[in-house]
């Protein structure tokens, strides 16, 4: 065979080489691509809420209902599904729960025996890390909180009804938001509202979509001198 023939060889063989590295380099960036997608998208849940910040577990609220200590907090997802303790500032446990899923835990506790004043303090403490210690009584306190169910959820678009009372027991107006960074006064403001003439006021606000984080509101009075902890929305579904 002659040099042309020869060189011709050689082309076709460069060229084959690079086709099928071009193919298999094809291939690898696909599968990375696909693998950086399922990434993604199995870590959908790991979507992350405002709250907590520098802590990785939060007491957000305490409140009195029905003969009972109700206690709400949520905290980081490395530690969902770990138990949470709350105890008294002598140490005394007081309720355990689960962190669930979403990254949020409840739990109440029975006051029998127990004489538990507006400055009683509680913290909770889980997977060895603890939260701030927080207080009964609020300036901005929550009284009740009703979530919807799955059928009202149909129906009323899935809000969540919540009340709360100022302290002093007086007429005053209130300031609705959401909470947008680790400050309490990082807040986007929704609406307004006025209490009645004990300090009491009810207000509903739309639950996040499945598979979104909860969501953190506080509620404020107009001069902004007192303002509630914060009151974690669940995700729907």
Same mark, same amino acid.
């Given at each position: 065979?002659? @040099?042309?023939?020869d060189?011709?060889?050689?082309?076709?063989?460069?060229?084959?080489v690079?086709?099928?590295t !071009?193919?298999l380099?094809?291939?690898?960036?696909?599968s990375?691509i696909?693998?950086?997608?399922?990434?993604v998208s199995?870590?959908?849940?790991?979507t992350t @809420?405002?709250l907590?910040?520098?802590?990785?577990?939060?007491?957000?609220?305490?409140?009195?209902?029905?003969?009972r200590?109700?206690?709400?907090?949520?905290?980081?997802r490395s &530690?969902?599904g770990e138990?949470?303790r709350?105890y008294?500032?002598?140490?005394d446990?007081?309720a !355990?729960?689960?962190?669930?899923?979403?990254?949020t835990?409840?739990?109440?506790s029975?006051t029998?025996?127990?004489?538990?004043t507006w400055?009683?303090?509680?913290?909770?403490?889980a997977a060895?890390?603890q939260?701030?210690?927080?207080?009964?009584g609020?300036?901005v306190g929550?009284?009740?909180?009703q979530? @919807?169910?799955?059928s009202?959820?149909?129906s !009323?678009?899935?809000?969540?009804?919540?009340?709360?009372?100022?302290s002093g027991?007086?007429?005053d107006?209130?300031?609705?938001?959401i909470?947008?960074?680790?400050?309490?006064?990082q807040?986007s403001e929704?609406?307004?509202?006025k209490t009645?003439?004990?300090?009491v006021a009810?207000?509903s606000v739309?639950r996040?979509?499945?598979?979104e984080?909860?969501?953190?509101?506080?509620?404020r009075?107009i001069?902004?001198w007192r &303002?509630?902890?914060?009151i974690?929305?669940?995700? @729907?579904?």
């Amino acid at each position: 065979m002659g @040099a042309g023939g020869d060189q011709a060889i050689r082309n076709w063989r460069l060229s084959l080489v690079v086709l099928v590295t !071009s193919g298999l380099l094809g291939a690898l960036l696909l599968s990375g691509i696909a693998g950086s997608r399922a990434a993604v998208s199995s870590d959908d849940d790991a979507t992350t @809420a405002v709250l907590p910040c520098k802590r990785k577990v939060a007491l957000t609220a305490i409140y009195r209902i029905n003969g009972r200590i109700r206690f709400e907090g949520v905290a980081d997802r490395s &530690i969902r599904g770990e138990r949470v303790r709350v105890y008294t500032l002598d140490g005394d446990p007081v309720a !355990s729960t689960s962190v669930s899923r979403d990254g949020t835990w409840w739990v109440s506790s029975p006051t029998n025996r127990r004489r538990y004043t507006w400055l009683s303090k509680f913290v909770a403490e889980a997977a060895g890390n603890q939260s701030r210690w927080r207080r009964l009584g609020q300036a901005v306190g929550i009284r009740r909180r009703q979530q @919807a169910t799955s059928s009202q959820a149909r129906s !009323s678009g899935g809000k969540t009804t919540i009340q709360v009372k100022v302290s002093g027991g007086e007429p005053d107006e209130l300031v609705v938001g959401i909470q947008t960074g680790c400050s309490r006064h990082q807040v986007s403001e929704r609406f307004d509202l006025k209490t009645n003439e004990d300090g009491v006021a009810e207000f509903s606000v739309p639950r996040p979509q499945s598979g979104e984080p909860y969501a953190v509101y506080r509620v404020r009075t107009i001069d902004g001198w007192r &303002i509630s902890p914060p009151i974690v929305v669940k995700p @729907a579904g």
